[in-house]
Structure formats: C-alpha cells, structure tokens
C-alpha cells in the first residue's frame, strides 16, 4: 500500500512566522501535490511537483512556496503565515505511469491553525 | 477548463437505504473520473475510477458508480447503506487541460448521513 506521511497532524503557529508542513511518500512517486480543504470549498490545488526540483503553480498558489529536493520528500513553506491561511492542508503522490488516469494518494492531512 | 458539481452539500439517509450521490462534470476531452471517501479526521481515500471500457464501475465497500456520457454524470451508488458509510464524498475529474496533465478537478463534497 501506499503511504503517504505528512509530519504533523495538527499545528499551531503565529501571524508572520514561517512555517513549514513536510509529506513523504514510500512508493518512488513522480508526482506529488498540495492541497487546502475548507468547508464548502473542497479541495484546492495550491502546488504540484512531476519531478524533482520542478514545481508549477497550482489554482491558489499566493502566499505559499513549495521545495522538492527529493522524489520522495515535498515541502509546502507559508513564508509569512496569515490567519486566511488557517486550513486542513493535504498532500497526495500520484505515479507517473500513464499520468491522467493514476490516482492520487493522500496523507492524512495538518489541521494549520494560525492565531 | 474541466469542472465537477456534486448536487447536494448533504445527503441523509437511514440504514439499509440506498445511497445515491450525484456528479456532473464537464470536461473538453473524454474524461478520467474518481470517487474518493474522507473519514472524519483523515485523508481522502479512493473509492473506485473510471478509465475506459465498462461504465459501470465497481469500488470498495459495496459502492458502484456508472459513468453516462450523454449526461455527463458520473452518480455513486450503494444498494444499502451502513451507518460506516457516514462519511464525506468527493467526485473528481482529470484530463487534458492545457499543460495540467497531472492535475484532478475536485467537487466541493456530499456529507453523507446514516441515520440508524
């Protein structure tokens, strides 16, 4: 099975520091992404990465910054955290092969709470 | 640009019911379409995908789903419903947009309810 581990599950932090949400997968996946899931809003697309080192922007991609050093390792960086970025941030890998129709497998997800 | 609707934010049903959870798409290209199951604290978790082929597709936990091209519908069934199936539904699309070949539209989610 696929295992995809984000470092916390729940994360409190201040206005302005920076802060960083960390997801690893076991499963030598090409693609990884980040989403935010609010109520009634879903899921939001805030970075993917098909590669390493590569990024592309995803449909809310202000306020954030994501590193990808290694295949398996992908971090999201809110460089000034705000208190609209308080959120259930998820991230998933997906394989490569054959791209559009390989599902995505997500963590368990942060529940981010900045005061 | 590929969209999903889930009609319905919230959905009650009682045990040994029959589930539906309805989602229309729309999409230029013919479309890749997934449900996925989020328990309450937990990430998302694929329930079944429709690729090419069969349209009625069969998932985990008794759940089916039948993809329909002239409705553009893709609705999630289960002939009777579990109060473990409380649960909240997210029907997604992926397909050629652009250069966003990785990328899965998601709905914004049917909170299902099971009443015992």
């Known amino acids: 099975d696929v295992k995809v581990t984000q470092s916390s599950r729940y994360l409190v932090k201040r206005t302005g520091e920076k802060v960083f949400l960390e997801c690893v997968q076991d499963?030598?996946?090409?693609?990884m992404f980040w989403y935010r899931q609010d109520p009634g809003l879903g899921l939001r697309l805030i970075y993917f990465?098909?590669?390493?080192?590569?990024?592309e922007k995803g449909d809310i991609p202000e306020g954030y910054s994501v590193s990808r050093e290694k295949k398996e390792r992908f971090s999201l960086i809110l460089e000034s955290a705000s208190t609209n970025q308080t959120s259930m941030y998820l991230c998933?890998?997906?394989?490569?092969?054959?791209?559009?129709?390989?599902?995505?497998?997500f963590g368990d997800g942060t529940r981010l709470s900045i005061l | 640009a590929q969209s999903v609707t889930q009609l319905g934010s919230h959905v009650s049903v009682s045990e040994g019911a029959l589930v539906l959870l309805r989602c229309n798409y729309s999409?230029?290209?013919?479309?890749?379409l997934f449900w996925y199951v989020q328990y309450p604290n937990q990430g998302l978790q694929l329930l079944l995908k429709?690729?090419?082929?069969?349209?009625l597709v069969k998932g985990i936990n008794g759940f089916e789903a039948e993809f329909k091209k002239s409705e553009t519908s893709f609705h999630l069934t289960k002939p009777s419903a579990h109060m473990s199936d409380a649960a909240e539904y997210f029907c997604?699309?992926?397909?050629?947009?652009?250069?966003?070949?990785?990328?899965?539209?998601f709905g914004k989610g049917t909170l299902l309810t099971v009443n015992p």
């Open positions: 990465s098909y590669d390493v080192k590569m990024k």
């Open positions: 429709y690729t090419t082929g069969a349209t």
């Open positions: 997604a699309v992926s397909g050629h947009s652009g250069g966003s070949n990785y990328k899965l539209t």
């Open positions: 999409s230029s290209v013919p479309p890749y």
């Open positions: 499963m030598d996946h090409e693609n």
């Open positions: 998933a890998s997906s394989a490569d092969r054959g791209r559009l129709y390989q599902p995505q497998h």
